[in-house]
């Protein structure tokens, strides 16, 4: 009799081994699978949305493709690093598009972001205004893999206030298989109405050459005070519905103190909101998140967490 420990093994042995290491192998590969549906294995920035389930996800989950967030974060007086990062961490956007910040306060939150697994490259705007952490600006946000199309410009209002020199910011990106031609700004605020009716003017101006349009960011102006008829003549709807250009008890306040409606994303064309909240940090500006859809636009007003 011989001994088959290392020697040839008889054919039915082999045929059972053989049998056994099949079912491994499909067992691991079933695994695999199994890990992969239930998102533990998902590739960095790749989640699709779904209403706005990325709330509450944890730091080292994925953004949300489609998602943005626009936020005055008042960055001389309220914002930090950390505030600014914590709001970010909380929905994930896959783009994010800020006003009244410090510089030092966005680039100090990207790094606090990036050591939590969520990387994103900040686009500063050319033109700093009022010193405070590292002067005072507008700053765009997109997470690694987004694709922009040429570069991300910044440009003077003709007219402004004299205090902080009000500008807009552009960019061309795709969201919900379309390309979107994207501005973020903060017009002038206070009680000179035809000096923000001038700067919308001179913004939307430059979107008629653009089928698919996003204006998004702190406009100073309710939806039916008279200088925003420029934004409604162009066509743009806001990501709540009930906020437009007359007056509806629906429409929700992103001005915390005052109840007032001052903070958009307004879009135009084949690109428009799925579902759209209102989160509150402090007493100043809301923070707005909205996930876009090429489908129809949702009927439901932001809701507030």
């Known amino acids: 009799m011989r001994i088959w420990g290392t020697?040839?093994?008889?054919?039915?042995?082999?045929?059972?081994i053989s049998r056994t290491r099949r079912g491994l192998r499909l067992t691991a590969r079933a695994a695999l699978a199994l890990l992969v549906t239930a998102g533990v294995?998902?590739?960095?920035?790749?989640?699709?949305s779904s209403g706005m389930s990325g709330e509450g996800q944890t730091a080292q989950a994925s953004v949300v493709r489609n998602r943005?967030?626009?936020?005055?974060?008042?960055?001389?007086?309220?914002?930090?690093?950390?505030?600014?990062?914590?709001?970010?961490?909380?929905?994930?956007?896959?783009?994010v598009l800020l006003q009244e910040s410090c510089?030092?306060?966005?680039?100090?939150?990207?790094?606090?972001?990036?050591?939590?697994?969520?990387?994103?490259?900040?686009?500063h705007a050319d033109w700093p205004?009022?010193?405070?952490?590292?002067?005072?600006?507008?700053?765009?946000?997109?997470?690694?893999?987004?694709?922009?199309?040429?570069?991300?410009?910044?440009?003077?209002?003709?007219?402004?206030?004299?205090?902080?020199?009000?500008?807009?910011?552009?960019?061309?990106?795709?969201?919900?298989?379309?390309?979107?031609?994207?501005?973020?700004?903060?017009?002038?605020?206070?009680?000179d109405a035809n000096l923000r009716h001038s700067q919308l003017l001179q913004l939307t101006k430059l979107t008629p050459g653009t089928p698919n349009a996003m204006v998004a960011g702190d406009l100073n102006a309710q939806p039916w005070y008279w200088e925003m008829a420029p934004i409604w003549a162009q066509g743009f709807a806001d990501v709540d519905p009930y906020c437009k250009k007359t007056w509806d008890r629906r429409c929700?306040?992103?001005q915390v103190k005052s109840g007032k409606k001052f903070d958009y994303i307004l879009t135009r064309g084949a690109v428009r909101s799925r579902a759209c909240i209102l989160h509150t940090v402090n007493l100043d500006h809301r923070v707005v998140v909205s996930d876009m859809t090429a489908g129809p636009a949702s009927h439901r007003p932001c809701r507030l967490v």
């Open 129 to 191: 205004d009022l010193p405070c952490w590292g002067q005072l600006e507008s700053a765009v946000l997109v997470a690694k893999g987004t694709k922009i199309y040429g570069s991300v410009e910044t440009a003077l209002y003709d007219e402004s206030d004299g205090i902080e020199r009000r500008k807009f910011t552009m960019f061309q990106t795709r969201l919900a298989g379309r390309n979107v031609r994207v501005f973020n700004t903060q017009l002038s605020d206070g009680g």
């Open 7 to 16: 020697l040839a093994r008889p054919r039915g042995v082999r045929e059972t």
């Open 68 to 95: 943005i967030m626009s936020w005055n974060s008042n960055g001389q007086n309220l914002g930090t690093p950390q505030l600014v990062a914590d709001q970010i961490r909380r929905f994930k956007p896959q783009i």
């Open 252 to 254: 929700n306040g992103t």
């Open 103 to 123: 510089r030092g306060e966005v680039d100090d939150a990207v790094k606090l972001l990036k050591r939590q697994g969520l990387v994103y490259e900040a686009h």
């Open 41 to 48: 294995m998902t590739s960095a920035h790749a989640t699709e």
